[in-house]
């Protein structure tokens, strides 16, 4: 006899009838015939008889504080700004939304624009949960080519990326658009990242060799707002070459390194960079013709824009406990725009020209024009 049984016989059968007596005798031969029935003990069924039966109250569900209603407007900000993760959509809606809102880039209800925000990251991971599920994310391949050991060995090894306090260092690597087979013509994206900052800057190129990624450097730093320091690519033979290698060696104020060999994480920002930027946008597909290079060159230059100025970005802060685990904290996101003017060596004429240049912009209209390039895109070849 399973207990919601036991139950029901004990408060239909039984509770009434034993109520009903007056005799004590009568009493202690009920309780015997109930021990017998329900081989249950005979304090646990008097404990029942004094209590009674509890009523069990309806459980009332919590009124939906963010209802379908809210949900569809914020996927449709949360599409209008790239799919960000919830942490940083977090940050980019306190720092963003009143100017979305005053220049009626997004428009929305005052009961909406509270509750957006209030809501929480965790409460932006739950309804963002469901959505990224429907997500595919495809995979790609190296084709990095090793380098003559004498020239390799010329080039120091730096591995303390982590400890620079000073925006101007960087890390580089290239991603190739081969699709499935790695065999020549294909085009190449060069990935440019501050270490400070994140600062990132993009270029195509049309083949990955010393002249085109040397061009691609230089084009890179013509860019910057800030004084160029230091590079730290990996081993690869295109950025371990006589042409890059002796020009950087003998320029005075920029230091030139190179990564361990088969050790990513020497370089782990630009690889994370990668995968969150240029695989994100631009795909796995084979892309080799002069349509799809002035595809993506017209991508790269919004979406350099897009990243650097409007998508925070976390710090990541490790802390050494007392029993000599390493602990990593997380800061708020910022972008790296607000990380370049926070820098004491940016000058104060290149802080002007950026917030200038940041009222110029509106967001979500480069969010379409980064969406429509994609889907342009990946219709040019197949």
């Known amino acids: 006899m399973v ?4 139950h029901e016989v004990f408060f239909q059968r039984y509770y009434p009838r034993y109520h009903a007596l007056h005799s004590k005798r009568e009493k202690t031969a009920m309780l015997s015939e109930i021990q017998q029935v329900l081989l249950c003990s005979r304090k646990h069924i008097l404990k029942k008889l004094r209590e009674g039966p509890k009523c069990r109250f309806k459980t009332h569900t919590r009124k939906k504080i963010y209802d379908h209603e809210f ?12 799919y960000m993760c919830a942490e940083l959509f977090h940050s980019f809606v306190h720092s963003e939304l009143a100017a979305l809102l005053h220049t009626k880039q997004f428009i929305c209800s005052i009961f ?5 925000e209030l809501v929480s990251i965790g409460t932006l991971k739950r309804i963002f949960a469901k959505a990224k599920k429907s997500r595919n994310i495809a995979k790609g391949f190296s084709t990095t080519r090793t380098t003559p050991r004498g020239l390799k060995l010329s080039v120091a090894i ?3 990326n982590w400890d620079i306090q000073t925006v101007g260092w960087h890390e580089t690597d ?3 658009h081969c699709g499935h087979v790695a065999v020549a013509p294909y085009l190449c994206s ?6 400070k900052t994140k600062w990132c800057s993009l270029e195509v190129v049309k083949r990955a060799n010393q002249q085109e990624i040397f061009q691609a450097f230089q084009r890179i730093e013509s860019r910057l707002p800030y004084k160029l320091r230091g590079i730290n690519p990996d081993n690869g033979s295109e950025f371990i070459n006589h042409m890059v290698v002796k020009y950087y060696q003998n320029r005075d104020g920029v230091e030139y390194t190179r990564s361990r060999a088969y050790r990513k994480n020497d370089n782990a920002l630009v690889e994370r960079k990668n995968c969150t930027v240029i695989r994100k946008y631009v795909g796995y597909k084979r892309y080799e013709s002069e349509e799809a290079f002035e595809m993506i060159q017209c991508l790269y230059a919004r979406l350099e824009i897009f990243l650097n100025f409007f998508q925070p970005t976390q710090v990541v802060t490790v802390y050494e406990l007392p029993n000599g685990k390493l602990r990593h904290k997380r800061s ?3 972008t790296p725009y607000r990380m370049v003017l926070g820098d004491e060596t940016v000058s104060k004429e290149v802080t002007l020209s950026l917030r200038a240049r940041k009222c110029t912009y509106r967001v979500l209209e480069l969010v379409q024009d980064i969406q429509q390039l994609q889907e342009k895109l990946k219709g040019s070849e197949n």
């Open 3 to 6: 207990m919601q049984t036991k």
């Open 71 to 82: 949900c569809t407007k914020l996927f449709e900000l949360w599409e209008s700004s790239g």
């Open 112 to 116: 909406f624009k509270r509750k957006l």
């Open 158 to 160: 730096r591995t303390n």
């Open 174 to 176: 290239y991603v190739a």
């Open 190 to 195: 060069l990935n440019f990242v501050d270490i």
């Open 332 to 334: 708020k996101g910022k």
